[in-house]
């Protein structure tokens, strides 16, 4: 009988590269899970449109100034995108979905409403406002000294309001009478009371304000608005003027009204003046505090912020077109002038 047949002799040897091999997967694939898990996810939630100007520019302005402090998104970062196109009632639950994808911060766009949205969604995991409209009155936050919770980032506080009618003043000497249209989210009518009082004591500026919500409400607002016989208009700083821009400018044009508004893109397009902040240094700035939070720090230690670098923009075009005379010293002291 023959001699009992035996494995190949090769065998052990090709079985201890595979084992090799699949050690050196296996420990690849975990290292790269690891490193998934690492990666800090950001979530930005804005009220705006990422099709329109405003919502684009705002989330290419964050990733440009992420990518300068030396986040890539993909590798070092991952950043979850939410936009409620314009309508505030979207914002809970896209809140409740960046929460639910466990991000390490969030970082809010739209005014008031997207930082109440999130802050209604989670106490926990840190907010980041990038342009909120008087923080501390609107009870999102404490103090701007110690905010308190889970929020912190930059808010606009309420002398911009006046600084802008002082220049809306400049620019149309007969104005005694205006109209703003705004959100009334923040104010309650006590607070609107005395806003209103404020500005008639010492800018001698009566003032009626129009609530817009929605979008529909804009129809509504401007149909109001000739009976009230403003001189003059100003849009507050919300992303929903900027997302129906035509028809506020649309309007401004029919009513032959002088309008300040509340971003320059409007001023571009053939809207008055604009006083505002300046955009990019505010998404500088957010990122800065993005940054900190991701290397450890806690929002309540990281004080709110308020803008320090404004600019003035005149279109002097629309200033002729509705027969006016910009004085020689608020053409000085524009930043941009458009001829």
């Avoid at 997207?114 to 802050?119: I, Q």
């Avoid at 208009?233 to 035509?246: A, C, Q, S, T, V």
């Avoid at 649309?250 to 006083?275: H, N, T």
């Amino acid at each position: 009988m023959g001699a009992p047949s035996r494995p190949h002799q090769g065998w052990p040897t090709q079985l201890g590269i595979f084992a090799v091999a699949f050690l050196l997967l296996a420990t690849a694939l975990e290292a790269e899970a690891q490193q998934a898990a690492k990666t800090p996810r950001i979530g930005v939630l804005f009220l705006t449109s990422p099709s329109s100007a405003a919502g684009a520019m705002g989330l290419e302005a964050l990733r440009a100034s992420l990518r300068d402090l030396g986040y890539v998104e993909g590798r070092t970062i991952a950043i979850e995108y939410r936009s409620a196109e314009g309508r505030a009632e979207r914002l809970p639950e896209l809140a409740a979905q960046l929460v639910k994808r466990n991000v390490d911060v969030i970082v809010t766009g739209g005014g008031n409403v997207s930082t109440l949205a999130a802050r209604k969604a989670t106490t926990t995991i840190p907010i980041v406002m990038t342009g909120s409209w008087r923080a501390v009155e609107a009870g999102l936050v404490e103090s701007l000294a110690r905010p308190g919770g889970n929020i912190t980032g930059l808010t606009v506080p309420r002398e911009l309001l006046l600084k802008q009618i002082e220049l809306l003043r400049e620019a149309v000497p007969s104005l005694s009478r205006m109209v703003i249209f705004s959100r009334k989210i923040l104010d309650t009518p006590a607070q609107r009371a005395q806003g209103k009082a404020v500005i008639q004591e010492f800018l001698r500026v009566t003032v009626d304000i129009l609530d817009v919500e929605e979008p529909e409400d804009l129809a509504r607002a401007f149909a109001t608005t000739p009976a009230l016989r403003p001189h003059a208009m100003i849009f507050g700083p919300d992303p929903l003027f900027f997302e129906y821009r035509n028809q506020v400018l649309d309007f401004a044009r029919s009513a032959r009204l002088p309008a300040m508004y509340p971003f320059r893109d409007f001023v571009d397009a053939g809207g008055l003046m604009s006083y505002s902040v300046n955009p990019q240094d505010v998404v500088r700035r957010t990122a800065r505090l993005v940054d900190r939070i991701l290397k450890g720090a806690k929002p309540v230690d990281l004080p709110v912020e308020e803008p320090t670098m404004y600019e003035l923009v005149i279109n002097l075009k629309t200033a002729e077109a509705l027969g006016l005379v910009i004085p020689p010293s608020l053409r000085l002291r524009a930043d941009h002038v458009i001829e």
